[in-house]
């Protein structure tokens, strides 16, 4: 333990990588992104990167032709990441010009988080058109969450982070995965300019989630299962991320007949009989809670959203009886 300590303390010591944690506080970066704000090589930005990942400070995640690194965020480090914070001096001349840097950075990341947006809102605003309120779906999540607290929520197809941030009173950490590229760029830039720098995304498949067995205690799956060629897959794939006790939530459309959503959005699936969703979470080796319908309000032919609540059960649970 001292000597894991001492081997944390010995990469801090260095003016650069100092600059490194102070910036990686603040949010995950890409190596290209790092060079630019220090103003400093490629190779000897990735070798302080690796210094600091061997001692355990930061974390590494290829993404594409992309490698993002991100501020550990658990045990001893996240106390000195604080500390380091603590001690930066914001008006130092350095750390203002680093920090005004990052900022452009930011904003040119959140300009082109925007255009793909509003390419994509109209295709957003047609479907949504068609069903009960996204506020309204998003307070019947919240409502089934119970009030409960979580350590580790993962969104499964994240899209924009909204969900992410709808659960940041209740749970303490949050990653959501995306195969789409585009979507991460937004769902980055949206979450930094909420200043969320607990919440992060990783480009993954939702069939292969990037975390070990048990990790996540609560999932949410908002609006994605009608995207998957194996539904039942992702659902089998959350149920083995989350915990004993944990909760899954899954919101998508009940059956319906509406042909140009698969035509023009690309939906594999046109909704689910509750029945078969339900079928697919108990084989997989999750209990429903609750199945929750929002029947679409002064729409005609309007889609009905469904929210299937499940846990995965406590070992010993119904043994006493």
């Known amino acids: 333990m001292q000597s894991d300590l001492l081997a944390k303390l010995k990469a801090l010591a260095e003016p ?33 990167l690796k210094l600091l990942a061997d001692a355990g400070l930061c974390e590494r995640f290829p993404e594409g032709g992309w490698v993002f690194y991100r501020l550990m965020r658990t045990g001893p480090v996240s106390r000195l990441a604080a500390l380091v914070e603590e001690f930066t001096e914001a008006n130092e001349p350095q750390v203002h010009r680093d920090r ?48 409960r607290r979580f350590h580790q929520h ?36 949206k979450l930094t300019e909420a200043g969320l720098s607990s919440r992060f995304v990783r480009q993954a498949d939702a069939s292969a989630l990037p975390l070990d067995a048990g990790a996540a205690d609560l999932v949410t799956l908002h609006q994605v299962l009608h995207y998957l060629p194996d539904p039942q897959a992702a659902l089998s794939e959350c149920a083995r991320v989350l915990a004993p006790g944990g909760l899954l939530l899954v919101v998508d459309f009940a059956e319906h007949h509406h042909e140009s959503l698969r035509l023009e959005h690309h939906h594999r699936w046109l909704g689910f009989p509750p029945a078969q969703v339900t079928a697919w979470l108990q084989t997989s080796g999750l209990t429903l809670k609750s199945l929750r319908t929002l029947q679409p309000e002064g729409i005609e032919g309007g889609l009905t959203v469904l929210i299937w609540a499940a846990e995965r059960p406590v070992e010993g649970d119904g043994d006493d009886a």
């Open 154 to 189: 993962v969104d499964v197809g994240t899209g924009t982070g909204r969900v992410l941030e709808l659960f940041i009173d209740q749970a303490d950490e949050g990653m959501g995965v995306d195969l789409s590229r585009e979507m991460l760029h937004v769902a980055r830039a």
């Open 16 to 48: 650069t990588r100092l600059r490194i944690v102070s910036l990686l506080s603040q949010g995950e970066l890409t190596v290209s992104e790092i060079m630019q704000v220090l103003g400093q090589s490629q190779p000897r930005i990735s070798r302080h």
């Open 100 to 147: 005004q840097r990052l900022q452009e950075l930011k904003r040119l990341r959140a300009e082109e988080a925007a255009k793909y947006f509003e390419a994509a809102a109209q295709e957003w605003s047609t479907i949504r058109s068609l069903h009960f309120s996204e506020a309204a779906v998003e307070a019947a999540m919240v409502e089934l969450a119970d009030g």
